[in-house]
């Protein structure tokens, strides 16, 4: 009966884990159509996870169809010719896949890297590639990921709940670490490095000054153990003050965790220059 029993179980594991390997198969299709440089080549790749309605979305291009999507790479390799692009560990949450990238010159020099979302159609192939720039990261080396920080996730998801749903600034306040650190992009009107919560008040107050703030689409939780990291993807829908236009944008939060406790924040919106722009203009 032990025998049967262990059998079972371990039927079961091999199914998650095969489950896992097959979700992963466009994104592993898309990661080689990257490192394609033959375009004839490269389509062919394509079009076995690519649909005619697939969008792709990063802060340079935002195109729709399998031939512009293989543009996009062609435009890429005429101004990086010797480029070498490489990933880190995927992440898989239901039909999404995230995970974090770099591309170096020829001499192994980063030339810039960022994270990319994946929206996968469970049949598959890519529904939706949505990529966020950061030309200081640098590629995590840790394996394959397996197991999500169910303690840091609820942290971070209490910590949304305070500053976007309740405003329970007391409470947030016990979710971050003493001399916490919360970078916001300089461009943007209440950029800049704010350290410790009495200074992440002020910029949260500052920033109800250009923008009336509701969210679009909730967030999806992405979690690293290894680094004790959590990553959240939303959309957020902004009004701005000054000229009461309105404007929805993505944004990608990385959220550094010890002891149970938020110690650093990094928000990427899809597009900073846009936001900024958007938030200064006036009527």
């Not at 990319?116 to 590639?129: C, E, H, M, T, W």
């Not at 509701?214 to 993807?233: G, L, Q, R, T, W």
Request: hydrophobic share 40%; net charge positive; aromatic share 14%.
């Amino acid at each position: 009966m032990r025998k049967i029993y262990f059998i079972c179980i371990l039927f079961i594991c091999n199914g998650l884990l095969a489950q896992k390997k097959d979700k992963l198969y466009p994104v592993t299709v898309y990661e080689k159509a990257w490192q394609e440089k033959n375009s004839d080549a490269r389509l062919k790749l394509i079009k076995t996870i690519w649909l005619d309605d697939s969008t792709f979305e990063d802060p340079s291009a935002s195109i729709k169809g399998i031939a512009a999507f293989n543009n996009v790479i062609n435009e890429f390799y005429k101004k990086f010719p010797d480029a070498k692009l490489t990933s880190g560990a995927k992440v898989v949450k239901d039909n999404y896949v995230t995970w974090e990238w770099k591309i170096q010159d020829s001499k192994n020099k980063l030339i810039m890297g960022g994270r990319d979302f994946a929206r996968l159609n469970g049949k598959g192939q890519v529904s939706k590639i949505i990529g966020f720039w950061d030309k200081d990261a640098t590629l995590s080396e840790a394996d394959v990921l397996k197991n999500l920080e169910v303690e840091n996730f609820k942290i971070v998801a209490q910590y949304y709940e305070c500053l976007f749903k309740t405003r329970d600034f007391n409470t947030m306040a016990t979710l971050i670490e003493d001399g916490a650190i919360y970078n916001q992009a300089e461009g943007l009107p209440y950029g800049g490095t704010y350290k410790g919560f009495n200074e992440w008040t002020k910029m949260f107050a500052k920033s109800t000054e250009f923008f009336e703030l509701e969210i679009e689409k909730e967030p999806v939780y992405f979690s690293d153990a290894s680094k004790n990291e959590v990553v959240i993807y939303f959309t957020i829908k902004c009004k701005a003050k000054k000229s009461g236009k309105t404007l929805s944008m993505p944004i990608s939060e990385h959220f550094d965790l010890k002891d149970g406790k938020i110690t650093d924040i990094r928000p990427f919106y899809f597009d900073t220059k846009q936001f900024a722009e958007f938030l200064k203009s006036k009527k």
